[in-house]
């Protein structure tokens, strides 16, 4: 068991796998939003908010993770690992970009379904793109084979 406090270097808090994973997870986002605030396919009204910040990597949830048949709320709460408060307030900045909007549920009258609207899938078009080309460079970064390794491991891991 290790002694408490450490008798020794303490650079394990920051030189780990989960450490350098979150750091990596930070540069690949930065990068998909940097290039889709140049996308030509990205509406100028969001490309001009990815540009100066206010798109982040907590809105890329509602792109990763809202099915194009729509979604209800809490299950894109739960397909993101939020809050259903938190999405809620996702969801309404998205909703006042014109990203998504929110319809009545056919299967429930008392629910409602996030959808994408036409802004809201040329924005995820644009994500498709900016997500392969960061993922090239990423493969060119640190070569093709060990880009390799790292997914299989990375999805063998989260499975």
Not at 26 to 44: I, N, Q
Request: charged share 20%.
């Amino acid at each position: 068991m290790p002694d408490f406090p450490p008798t020794h270097t303490d650079t394990w808090r920051h030189n780990h796998l989960g450490h350098w994973l979150r750091l990596a997870l930070e540069r690949f986002d930065a990068r998909v939003l940097e290039l889709m605030a140049r996308h030509p396919g990205v509406p100028l009204g969001l490309s001009n908010l990815a540009e100066r910040g206010q798109v982040g990597a907590a809105h890329i949830h509602i792109t990763r993770h809202l099915a194009l048949e729509g979604l209800r709320l809490t299950d894109l709460a739960q397909r993101a690992g939020m809050s259903k408060q938190a999405m809620g307030t996702l969801v309404s900045q998205c909703e006042a970009w014109g990203m998504v909007t929110r319809e009545d549920d056919p299967a429930d009258a008392r629910a409602r379904r996030v959808q994408f609207t036409a802004t809201g899938l040329a924005w995820l078009g644009a994500y498709q793109e900016a997500v392969a080309q960061a993922e090239s460079e990423l493969r060119h970064a640190i070569s093709p084979e060990v880009a390799t390794v790292v997914a299989l491991g990375l999805e063998a891991y989260s499975a």
